[in-house]
Each structure stands twice: as structure tokens, then as C-alpha cells.
């Protein structure tokens, strides 16, 4: 991931390298601050998401595991340097208890273990699709400031603008968007239609927060005719994190669905867009609290 980053900050094609600095490296670097230093170019801004990755439970169990075998190691040496050592077989050096230690640990107590929210459907999937900006490694509430908070543009697709608890946690605590998905480096992607020609065509591409400013991408209302074509001259389009309009053949893709922006449990409040965005975000969260009926049976 480092190298990924570093390569594409220096504005470098390949993605792939070695995992320490070169001469090049340092070089460029320097290159790219007195760059900064004289107006080229721009400061990075941390509260992108091309800077913000999802650190997934599978990595974290990783890394208690980790710490296990560590401590089974030491204990193995330990055995293995003293006098009765001779004639034990491994079995009998091997304590695996340190290793299911640290795991149940883990899913025990660590900040970030919780007991799944099983009220009704919609609880559970919201949040099985939970991002959170604290625990291990991350934010205190205390110290996250309202930039860290606060929506931001690249949010767009990727993480749910409205749906975020009430209080001291507002905006540390996420809902991943509808199509939202990660990819292998921990970003967060979304999907978009490929434009060709000022034509909507049906091959969906996923693109991450970095990917996205380079490209003109459509509104999922744009009025497209039956074959796929723009109707209109000037189009609605997001570049570079801004809002603006362009002629249809600039466009290079195209919005999936207007849903695209919300998170699951701010989809199902119907007209969505006619409501405050306050009273959205109570609605989003007060779903999750509906307590089904003991026979389910499909509303009028």
C-alpha cells in the first residue's frame, strides 16, 4: 500500500516496487516539496479517502495472532535453553494456549468487538456495514476535531452522508453507501457506467476516491435516449470534486443509480431528497430500532 500511494503522489504509472527508499525516491520528494514550496502543486489533504483506509477485521485478527505466535516463540526458546531440553519432542515444547489467547482476546474485548445489533434486518446489515474512525490505532473522541467529522466530497458513493450516530461520536462512526465495496489495497470503491462517445454504455467499473478526480462523471438523472445517448447538450457532471456542467462527449462515466450516495437504511425513507437532512438522519438511525412483528407479514 505504501509503495501504491507513494508511486501515485510522485505521479508515477507503476504501482508495484521495492519497500524501502531509493536514491529516485528521496530525489523526487524533494523535487515535489520545493514543487509546494514555490505554488506547484498542492498539500495533501488527510481527510480525503484516498488517504483513509478500511482496516478490515481480518487484518486485525492477523495481527493478534501475531502477537500470539510471538509469545509462543519466546516460550519455545525459553524451553529450549534449558538443561532438560534433550530428548523432548515438539509437541511437548508447543503451548498453543498463548495463540487462542490472544484470539479470544481480541474478539472479546478489543474496542472494536461488538455483539451483533439483531432487532430486525435492517440492524444487522447496517451494522455488518459499520466504518469506524476510532479504537486501536485511530481517533479518541475527544481529540477529533470537525474537520475529521465532516463530510467530504469523496465521500460521495463510498460512505453514507446522513446515516452517522447522534452525539459524541457523529461523523467518527460510519455507514459504508449502498454499492460501496473495498479493494485489495483497503480503499473504498464505487461503481460507475462507462461513457463512450457522449453514449451510456452497460460495463460498470468500480473507481477509488484516488482514480475518480481525473475523470468527468455523469449524474445517475442525466436523460439518456433508449440507445443510450445524452439528450441534452450540456450535461451535469463532478470533476475534481466540483460540480459543474460540460458538453456530453467530455463525459467518461456515469452514476449507477441516484441510491448510490446513501447507505441502505437512508435508501428506504421514500423521497429521500424533499426531507431535512437533520430529521433524514434520525429517520436512518430510528429504523434500526423497529421491533418486528412475531408473524412477519408485508405492509399495505
Given at each position: 500500500v505504501g509503495r501504491m500511494k507513494f508511486n501515485r503522489r510522485l505521479g508515477r504509472e507503476d504501482t508495484v516496487g521495492e519497500g524501502i527508499l531509493d536514491k529516485a525516491d528521496i530525489i523526487d520528494v524533494l523535487k515535489t516539496l520545493v514543487g509546494i514550496r514555490n505554488g506547484k502543486g498542492s498539500v495533501d489533504d488527510i481527510d480525503h479517502l484516498g488517504n483513509r483506509r478500511v482496516k478490515s477485521v481480518g487484518e486485525m485478527a492477523e495481527?493478534?495472532?501475531r502477537v500470539g505466535l510471538i509469545r509462543v516463540e519466546r516460550a519455545v526458546k525459553e524451553?529450549?535453553?534449558?538443561a532438560e531440553s534433550e530428548g523432548l519432542m515438539p509437541q511437548d515444547m508447543i503451548n498453543a494456549k498463548p495463540v487462542a489467547a490472544a484470539i479470544k482476546e481480541f474478539f472479546g474485548s478489543s474496542q472494536l468487538s461488538q455483539f451483533m445489533d439483531q432487532a430486525n434486518p435492517l440492524s444487522e446489515v447496517?451494522?455488518?456495514r459499520r466504518v469506524s474512525a476510532l479504537g486501536p490505532g485511530g481517533l479518541t473522541r475527544e481529540r477529533a476535531g470537525f474537520e475529521v467529522r465532516d463530510v467530504h466530497p469523496t465521500h460521495y458513493g463510498r460512505v453514507c452522508p446522513i446515516e452517522t450516530p447522534e452525539?459524541?461520536?457523529i461523523g467518527l462512526i460510519n455507514s459504508l453507501a449502498v454499492y460501496s465495496r473495498t479493494n485489495d489495497y483497503g480503499f473504498l470503491e464505487t461503481p460507475y457506467l462507462k461513457v463512450v462517445g457522449g453514449k451510456v454504455t452497460h460495463e460498470v467499473e468500480y473507481l477509488s476516491a484516488i482514480d475518480e478526480a481525473a475523470y468527468v462523471i455523469a449524474q445517475a438523472s442525466s436523460e439518456t435516449d433508449e440507445a443510450g445517448n445524452f439528450?441534452?447538450?450540456?450535461?451535469?457532471v463532478r470533476h475534481q470534486n466540483e460540480f459543474t456542467k460540460t458538453s456530453r462527449e467530455n463525459v467518461n462515466y456515469m452514476d449507477v443509480s441516484p441510491k448510490q450516495v446513501v447507505s441502505v437504511a437512508a435508501a428506504l425513507i421514500p423521497f429521500l431528497e424533499h426531507d431535512d437532512a437533520n430529521r433524514a438522519l434520525m429517520g436512518s438511525n430510528m429504523q434500526r430500532q423497529a421491533v418486528p412483528t412475531i408473524r412477519s407479514e408485508k405492509p399495505l
Open positions: 495481527n493478534q495472532f524451553r529450549l535453553s534449558l447496517t451494522h455488518k452525539g459524541p461520536n439528450v441534452s447538450e450540456l450535461v451535469d
